[in-house]
């Protein structure tokens, strides 16, 4: 037995439950590492076979080939699943915490106006298309006593929205995160993200209640206050923290600082009403500028995350898909007019943005792969729709294949495209320092 803050008798982990968990985790790791290798060994990044481990284990195969197994193994109990989910988001939110670490902040400050552009044609172009489509969006497909407005806003920010957890993985498994390709997709991306977040509780707001501009306001102050605290405190507090555990002389101490820092910005956004990611993110970007000279003794956290803690959080995303309800014509119909419109919208934005940027063909094209894939971030989404009732199972399954297509679809093109984008010798030096950064420690 354990004991509570009021000091209440609280019972432990039953027996089955433990049992259970630990079968999912290694089964989920296990398949995770084999599909992983084989996406690899047919020249695609390991992120799509792990993807596809929760849709082989979840409602799409596993429960229509051996349901009664599936029912036992993958219980339909909230509490067995958030045990698993809360691994999956502590692997999400060291993820986007490395990722940040990998920023060139001094290549952002140069490339803004590229960044700016490139994002505002990936917001403007499918938030507009995914409005029209919500409004044209055949009826029995809506809830009942959904506003059509409400909807078609939903829609809209489904389709603007980019998944850094995925452009990540997908740039740290092809080796193109040192790219400045790499660099632009991630920037671009979270701004694209951060107005997909603000969209999101302001249509939250609307299918709940009456918006009021102060929430808005609210939302967008919090915004800025974060920028502002990473600015000004954030650099020294960061540096700091990372100086004081480094005292020993030892690793482990500035692993747990850079986990702490991690976790309690994300925290921190959380309770702001913004998605925790963000508050990874800003705290990474913290952490690979502040403190660089710490990055190579954060090596052994990165090999974990990305070899044990990231697979088993897109191997757990698969278990929210149930693509047997695309067998029905009408929401199959359905589903490929919008995931038409989902990537139609998304490159066209970003291709226009880019080459008014001044980007080549190749790198508008790269840019464009990389920013259509929406990923886990779509599933989130997704799952607000879901929650607040303003998605239906059906149409909540067809922004789920947004999430699946776009994702599995941009390292193929990414491959091909930034096949005919010459290396520079800036990113050779960033290359370079990205090995010396992994293979220590």
Known sequence: MLLSSSSAP???IASHTLLLFLLQLGLLLLLAMALGRLAVRLGMPALVGELLVGVILG??????????????????????????DAVGQLGVLLLVGLTGMHMDMGLVRRRAGAAAGISLGGLIV?????????????????????????FALFMGVAMCVSAIPVIAKTLLDMKLLHRNIGQLTLTAGMIDDAFGWLMLSVVS????????TGTVLFSVACLLAIVLFALTLGRPVVRGAL????????????????VVLVLLSSAGTHALGLEAVFGAFVVGILIGTAGREYLPKLAPLRTVVLSVLAPIFFATAGFRMDLTSLLQPEVLLAGLAVLAVAIIGKFVGVYVGARLSRLSNWEALALGAGLNARGVIEVVVAMVGLRLGILSVESYTIVLLVAVVTSLMAPPILRVAMARVETTAEERLREAEHRAWSSSG
């Open 10 to 12: 609280v019972a432990a």
């Open 243 to 258: 100086r004081v555990a480094d005292r020993s002389g030892d690793s482990a101490p500035v692993i747990a600082v850079a």
């Open 126 to 150: 499918p938030l507009g298309l995914g409005i029209a489509t919500g409004f044209l969006f055949p009826g029995t497909l809506v809830p009942d006593g959904v506003d059509v407005t409400v």
């Open 59 to 84: 409602p799409s195969l596993l429960a229509w080939a051996a349901p009664d197994f599936q029912r036992w193994l993958f219980p339909a109990q909230a509490g067995q699943f958030h045990l698993l």
């Open 205 to 212: 707001a609307m299918a709940v209640s009456a918006i009021s």
